[in-house]
T-cell receptor, first 110, second 116 residues
């Protein structure tokens, strides 16, 4: 079983749609949780951290459920520029080691 | 935000040659740097953790004699792929962690290695 599992997609959505991504992780000792965005042939960039209380940054909302070992990302009013691969990331080992999911590809279309 | 650079951004080499990739933190001191590899349509996989002034810690399955890591200063780490083979062709990405911020890593732009 992979440490971090994501549906690879692609998710093809029209502009303005709301889309949700899910992620599960297997290591219950995981300490921190993030969503990164990766554009084609580029490095990943931090989108947002994820907390149990949930957090929102503009059109993006992230949620962590530690009991179910489940992380989600909701994107509202999606834009063409949101097209990218979204990587679910967890840390273990004192926060040193980032473990990446394979990513979920989002394509926002006109 | 913090800036991390990598050089070269792209390299094509013949099988059997060695390739050195540099990772620099431009505006902060990085006590720890990380080297990742990403094959097409796969996730980033941590190869090794590099601490300034000490030997790198390699992940299981990564050959330390093939992937030489040197972290000689607080702003520079190098990865040398020795005797590269076509199966080493990949996207190599480094990240650096600021001494004061444990959980945040800043990624370099990556180096695309193609071994012919």
């Amino acid at each position: 079983r992979k440490e971090v599992e994501q549906d690879p997609g692609p998710f093809n959505v029209p502009e303005g749609a709301t889309v949700a991504f899910n992620c599960t992780y297997s290591n219950s000792a995981s300490q921190s949780f993030f969503w990164y965005r990766q554009d084609c042939r580029k490095e990943p960039k931090l989108l947002m951290s994820v907390y149990s209380s949930g957090n929102e940054d503009g059109r993006f909302t992230a949620q962590l459920n530690r009991a179910s070992q489940y992380i989600s990302l909701l994107i509202r009013d999606s834009k063409l520029s949101d097209s990218a691969t979204y990587l679910c990331v967890v840390t273990t080992g004192g926060g040193n080691k980032l473990t990446f999911g394979t990513g979920t590809q989002l394509k926002v279309e006109l | 935000g913090a800036v991390v650079s990598q050089h070269p951004s792209r390299v094509i080499c013949k099988s059997g040659t060695s390739v050195k990739i540099e990772c620099r933190s431009l505006d902060f001191q990085a006590t720890t740097m990380f080297w990742y590899r990403q094959f097409p349509k796969q996730s980033l996989m941590l190869m090794a953790t590099s601490n300034e002034g000490s030997k790198a810690t390699y992940e299981q399955g990564v050959e330390k004699d093939k992937f030489l890591i040197n972290h000689a200063s607080l702003t520079l780490s190098t990865l040398t792929v020795t005797s590269a083979h076509p199966e080493d062709s990949s996207f190599y990405i480094c990240s650096a962690r600021r001494a004061s911020i444990v959980n945040e890593q800043f990624f370099g732009p990556g180096t695309r290695l193609t071994v012919l």
